[in-house]
């Protein structure tokens, strides 16, 4: 688990990246050069800052280690786009494996997963039915489900996936919910009859100006409207940012309105803004830290980078370093 010296909240650490910033990271994801060399050296050279490892007993060590500072975490097998039905029957064993870990380990831990990660690409009924064997079995576990948010082409097919395990009285299961697209408040409208469980998320995908938000002002004003709206709303929410003037407004937010801690949750990645994390949890809030592991880290380090200038540099001067 990474320093908590390491990793103080600088100035530096919240700014946030401009469009042309994250577009130049999120495209050079594909280059075949780049790749091959973050690949190849990038686990040694800063990733394990945002990666709790690439096999499940060194993710165990760092879940451990946080539910000991009282924060609660989430974890997730790196990976997604899978497109064949061996590959998505051997993701949903390794999950099971993964939920029965948690209990035999008493973490206070639940799982986040993807749906391409489960074979969406292979058709709808496939991923609902991968993830439908996940959600019982963490049932049966006393777990609890988070249904991640893709690209905005799979942003319906995720809706209609959460709405029915919710239709089929799986109570267990959250979704997410992504700021910087302009059909969200329209989601988050149409879900909210149900009382669902979700997070909110800025975004870390590379849209069209056409369909979301290019000005960083314009997708925290929405955040924090439909962060607002969620919380004066029957279900639970999920807050996921390290934005403390957004943290500050939703602590001031749910006071003033009677909302009460219960209600709510602050969500973080690893490795990012350990203190806060920590001071929140002081205060009693509930804290959750996004702990992700798995050998195909790559395109969940390359957003990681892309959200903050910061993040890059820090991953540059490891480079040098050697």
Not at 111 to 128: I, N, Q, R, W
Not at 306 to 320: C, D, G, I, V, Y
Request: hydrophobic share 40%; net charge positive; aromatic share 8%.
């Amino acid at each position: 688990m990474p320093s908590p010296d390491e990793n103080e909240a600088s100035p530096r650490d919240r700014i946030s990246a401009t469009p042309l910033f994250r577009k130049i990271i999120l495209n050079a994801t594909n280059n075949t050069f780049v790749a091959k060399g973050v690949r190849r050296y990038g686990m040694r050279l800063g990733a394990s800052r945002f990666v709790a490892g690439e096999t499940l007993d060194e993710a165990v060590i760092s879940l451990r280690a946080l539910n000991g500072l009282g924060l609660k975490c989430n974890t997730t097998i790196l990976g997604e786009g899978v497109h064949d039905e061996a590959t998505a029957n051997r993701v949903v064993a390794d999950y099971i494996t993964v939920l029965d870990r948690i209990t035999s380990e008493g973490l206070n831990v639940n799982v986040a997963l993807k749906l391409t990660h489960l074979g969406l690409d292979l058709g709808e009924e496939t991923a609902y039915r991968n993830v439908e064997k996940l959600v019982n079995h963490a049932a049966s576990l006393g777990n609890f489900i988070r249904i991640d948010m893709e690209e905005s082409a799979r942003v319906d097919a995720t809706i209609r996936i959460y709405r029915r395990l919710q239709a089929a009285g799986h109570d267990n299961t959250g979704t997410v919910l992504q700021s910087y697209l302009f059909r969200t408040e329209q989601d988050l409208t149409g879900l909210l009859p149900i009382n669902p469980n979700l997070r909110f998320v800025k975004g870390a995908y590379l849209e069209s100006p056409e369909i979301a938000f290019a000005k960083k002002s314009d997708v925290d004003a929405n955040y924090v409207k439909l962060v607002e709206r969620s919380l004066q709303a029957g279900g639970f929410t999920a807050v996921a940012t390290h934005d403390v003037k957004i943290i500050k407004h939703v602590i001031a937010f749910a006071e003033q309105n009677g909302i009460g801690k219960e209600r709510f949750q602050f969500q973080m990645l690893y490795g990012i803004s350990t203190q806060l994390q920590r001071e929140l949890a002081g205060r009693g809030f509930s804290v959750l830290i996004a702990t992700p592991y798995g050998p195909d880290w790559y395109f969940y380090l390359m957003r990681r980078l892309a959200e903050r200038p910061a993040n890059t540099l820090f991953f540059a001067k490891s480079l040098f370093k050697r």
